[in-house]
């Protein structure tokens, strides 16, 4: 009998209910209506929308309060905005900074603020004290003199660091190429962050916050009936100017595909940033359908078109996604990914190719339900958080939503088809009025010009502004190298200055180095001796964090994370080249490969530009054309299998013992900015190499 059942059971449900055939998908069912509780709105006297959204499930509240304004034009101020959104949280009439940040830690809070609005987390318990430290800050901001310097310094950090990230560098050309004479194609850079003063941040703060058009959205453990006492006791004091409104256009656009260039030497790979502005805004009718086109072309995963072309079938690279960048002010969408050099021009014909395909052929079945899925899932999972209905109530509130627009997401997502991606894909997609943004070593340029209608290269510095030829040098490489020489040894002729520097045995420098990450300065340590044994340690508070030497046959580094590392034989005979205190004297002698490649201009300075090449580093060295001292170097060398840019600024320079040294270095290295300051220079000291082992 039991042999029987066992044997009903394995057959029962073909016998019963029929073979089930896994070559066919089932059926989706209907989409569900969504259940979303509507939050409660309600104005206050000074203008303040005000939204509620209750959940009494832990005992937490959250007010979030959004800026109204629109963005402005700052043209030469450019990084207003974000440097006023900084400051905002560095200490009021009432406390310090330090006095805000001790009484938020003691009740356990988080309270945060932006150019677009002011953040406060904490218990219930707590709420009265985290309002009145929120209020404080949006009512009694007072942008200390002391605080403005320290976070400039930081900006000035971003920006030195920026010139180093091709990510950065390729979003900041794709903002100036796609909106001109538009707030978002406004880019900081170092002339526009030293126009910003501290009373351009306070005047803006009142400009921007303005309780006239805000919106608050409050979430978590609080009734109704609390907000309203809240808000009387803690913003109804808050009043300013009318609101700033100013309409934006929807960008730039292309007649025919733009190529952009922005130079990063050495680089061994391309960042390629393929996009174009689109007519849409935030809340429109399409926006739902572009989303979902957007996914099949390349949104994420790896079965979208794009990872399955670029990544999967060619190798091209790791990754390669597009954004759909649906604002209020303006909208585009942004294909970008990291290629090797030698398949740069393939991959933008790949992703050309992609473009076009989407917009003149329909998706297939599996395309649009997996995608559909995955927003389907990704909505799903966002209703479990108790912000995510607040966020959809302002949204109704800012963009006019219908009320029910939430509610019906899924049957809305549900009911796209295949030919409402083609209509959005005509209307909003192109892959012929594209700006193409390359940023990358300068060998890859010849390969781009057949992707411009025009035949032609736009060349953009790492800010997104246009950068003017270098012109032709009016001295030979061994011109310049002499007149440096004579610079830094200040004398009149060659053989004055061999004289200088031929009593110089030995050199020992020591600098102090601050990082922003760092809560010290470090010490580092650097030696020479003749003819070209040298040593460099970094330290701080007792401990050695690395260090290297060369003594002119055999040499290697050691590190607190990577230990001991041997120079290879290559290294040894690279540094073998590097001969003499200043190793341009015996350039002509010494191996090196070294050629002028012209006169640039940098932040209105010009200098000549110098490649030089010992067969294992590669440098550019910028002399300024008026004095001749080297003020720049952009080194590409190996580091563990990989080629690393070192960036160096130079200024400041003073008489050490009759020679012209930098006292002011800053240096840029994986994204890692190092400002150091020269305290001693020291010639023909003893100095024991072995401390350098």
């Known amino acids: 009998m039991k042999k029987i059942i066992i044997i009903l059971g394995l057959i029962a449900p073909s016998v019963l209910f029929g073979q089930l055939d896994r070559s066919v998908r089932p059926e989706a069912g209907k ?73 938020v830690d003691y009740i356990g809070a988080s309270l945060s603020a932006n150019a677009d609005g002011i953040s406060l987390s904490c218990l219930t318990k707590h709420l009265d004290k985290g309002l009145a430290l929120m209020s404080d800050v949006l009512l009694n901001a007072n942008f200390p003199a002391s605080e403005f310097a320290r976070i400039k310094k930081e900006k000035e950090s971003g920006l030195l660091s920026a010139k180093s990230e091709a990510g950065v560098m390729a979003n900041n050309a794709e903002s100036k190429a796609i909106f001109t004479n538009h707030p978002y194609g406004t880019v900081m850079t170092e002339v526009t962050l030293n126009n910003i003063t501290n009373e351009d941040l306070s005047e803006f703060y009142k400009f921007k916050f303005t309780p006239k058009g805000s919106y608050l959205v409050v979430v978590g453990d609080i009734t109704m009936a609390q907000v309203k006492a809240m808000m009387d006791k803690y913003f109804a004091t808050w009043n300013g100017i009318d609101v700033h409104k100013a309409p934006t256009a929807d960008g730039t656009f292309n007649n025919g595909n733009r190529v952009i ?168 997609f192109t892959g012929k009025n594209c700006n193409i943004v390359v940023v990358g070593n300068d060998e890859v340029l010849t390969s781009l010009k057949q992707f411009d209608t025009d035949g032609k290269i736009e060349k953009l510095d790492a800010f997104g502004d246009e950068v003017k030829e270098r012109t032709p040098a009016d001295i030979t490489k061994d011109q310049l190298t002499e007149k440096f020489i004579l610079a830094v040894t200040k004398t009149t002729s060659l053989k004055k200055a061999k004289k200088v520097i031929k009593k110089i045995k030995s050199k020992e420098e020591k600098m102090e180095v601050t990082i922003a990450q760092a809560p010290f300065p470090l010490s580092i340590t650097r030696v020479w001796m003749a003819p070209n044994m040298e040593g460099d340690k970094m330290e701080a508070q007792g401990m050695v964090f690395q260090k290297s030497y060369f003594d002119g046959t055999t040499g290697g580094s050691s590190s607190m994370q990577g230990g001991k590392k041997e120079l290879s034989a290559e290294e040894i005979a690279a540094k073998k080249k590097s001969t003499g205190l200043f190793p341009e004297l015996n350039y002509a002698t010494s191996g090196v490969t070294y050629e002028i490649l012209g006169v640039e201009e940098v932040n209105g300075k010009k200098y000549y530009v110098l490649n030089v090449n010992d067969g294992y580093n590669e440098s ?21 299998g990989e080629t690393v840019e ?48």
């Open 261 to 428: 260039f922005v130079n990063k030497p050495g680089a061994v790979q391309s960042v390629i940033n393929v996009s174009f502005p689109m007519k849409i805004r935030k809340g429109d009718e399409d926006q739902l359908a572009l989303e979902v086109l957007n996914g099949v072309f390349g949104g994420g995963g790896f079965g979208t078109r794009l990872m399955q072309n670029l990544r999967e079938d060619k190798a091209f690279t790791y990754g390669a996604y597009s954004t759909n960048n649906i604002t209020e002010f303006g909208s585009w969408n942004s294909t970008s990914g990291n290629f090797r050099n030698e398949v740069t021009d393939s991959a933008i014909t790949q992703i050309l190719l992609e473009l076009n395909r989407i917009t003149t052929e329909l998706v297939t079945d599996d395309e649009l339900s997996l995608t559909k899925a995955a927003m389907a899932g990704n909505f799903a999972r966002s209703l479990e958080r108790a912000s995510t209905v607040a966020r959809f109530a302002l949204n109704i509130n800012k963009l006019g939503l219908a009320k029910d627009y939430y509610q019906t997401y899924l049957k809305r997502l549900d009911a796209i088809t295949k030919d409402d991606l083609l209509r959005v894909a005509k209307k909003y």
């Open 31 to 103: 989409a569900p209506t969504i259940n979303i509780k509507d939050s409660e709105t309600f104005t206050t006297a000074n203008g303040i929308t005000v939204i509620l959204s209750e959940n009494h499930k832990l005992p937490k509240v959250s007010f979030e309060l959004y800026t109204g304004a629109d963005p402005i034009m700052e043209g030469q101020k450019a990084g207003l905005s974000e440097f006023m959104g900084s400051m905002i949280m560095s200490g009021t009439t009432n406390r310090s900074k330090d006095q805000l940040d001790k009484e």
């Open 646 to 693: 070192i960036t160096t600024d130079m200024s400041e320079f003073k008489d050490f013992n009759g020679l012209m040294y930098a006292t002011k270095t800053v240096l840029q290295v994986s994204g890692q900015v190092l400002s150091g300051e020269v305290k001693s220079i020291t010639f023909n000291g003893k100095i024991d190499l072995t401390l350098f082992k």
């Open 620 to 640: 550019f060295d910028y002399y300024n054309t008026a004095t001749f001292l080297k003020e720049k170097s952009i080194a590409i060398t190996k580091q563990d």
